[in-house]
């Protein structure tokens, strides 16, 4: 069975730092791109990161330049999401994506389960 398996979220203060990591399951993976997404409540789902897996070229949402980084580990076949200074409306359920293909610059062919990221005033 193919899984994306997230782990690290939690409670953390404002200001404070957050590491998430991904890491697929259940068979061999060839990897194009892997992501984040977040879904805030009564919010959509949107875009906060991604990774070419060969290059390490890499993007983000405007709203976490400089204060979010994506990285990954070949090896492990892992991706991570170093979150520093956290805002109360970084609050979000955070999504793990993978991609072995060209597709949409949003779309993508595995999804994890979703981690709760809560940050407090």
């Known amino acids: 069975q193919v899984q994306l398996v997230e782990s690290g979220g939690g409670l953390v203060q404002a200001g404070g730092s957050l590491r998430l990591s991904c890491a697929p399951s259940?068979?061999?993976?060839?990897?194009?791109?892997m992501a984040w997404f977040r879904q805030a409540p009564g919010k959509e789902r949107e875009f906060v990161a991604s990774?070419?897996?060969?290059?390490?070229?890499?993007g983000y949402a405007n709203f976490v330049r400089g204060r979010f980084t994506i990285s990954r580990d070949n090896a492990k076949n892992t991706v991570y999401l170093q979150m520093n200074s956290l805002k109360p409306e970084d609050t979000a359920v955070y999504y793990c994506?993978?991609?072995?293909?060209?597709?949409?610059?949003?779309?993508?062919?595995?999804w994890g389960q979703g981690t709760q990221v809560t940050v407090s005033s």
């Open positions: 994506a993978l991609k072995e293909r060209i597709l949409g610059p949003y779309e993508y062919d595995y």
């Open positions: 259940g068979r061999t993976f060839s990897i194009y791109v």
């Open positions: 990774i070419n897996w060969s290059g390490g070229s890499t």
